[in-house]
């Protein structure tokens, strides 16, 4: 299996359960990290406070752009978007719905949560 074979989850906006900005510091230090290793995932799938990594003013955008650019999709969920008010504010990937972030993770053989 390979990292091509992987699905990322981003819950929150940032990695773990510290205060808010070491968990964006964490996320933009993954993302960066993972970019120069070159070990990137199939698909990132964003749900809950995650989605807001993938709109305006997020710390990770130039991270998230550049996984695009490397031909990672990006699916953020609608219901999510929605629920924050965020669907204008959408920079990054496609808006997807819970039906597509099911079939990614059923059909993943190994998904990160982060």
């Known amino acids: 299996m390979s990292e091509r074979d992987t699905v ?17 510091q964490l996320a933009v230090k993954y993302l ?19 989605v807001r990594l993938a709109c ?7 991270q998230l752009r ?7 999709e990006l699916v953020l ?3 999510c978007l929605s ?3 965020l669907l204008d ?10 039906a597509d972030i099911i079939e990614a993770l059923t059909q993943a053989p190994k998904v990160v949560a982060l």
Do not use: N
């Open 89 to 98: 504010q959408v920079q990054v990937g496609v808006v997807g719905s819970m």
């Open 8 to 24: 990322w989850l981003f819950t929150r906006f940032g990695l773990g359960e510290g205060p808010a900005e070491l968990q964006q």
């Open 83 to 85: 629920y924050f008010g």
């Open 32 to 50: 960066t990290l993972a970019l120069e290793g070159g070990k990137l995932p199939a698909k990132v799938i964003f749900y809950t406070e995650g």
């Open 77 to 79: 969920c609608h219901t």
């Open 56 to 62: 305006h003013g997020s710390p990770v955008l130039d």
């Open 66 to 72: 550049e996984l695009e650019k490397r031909g990672i």
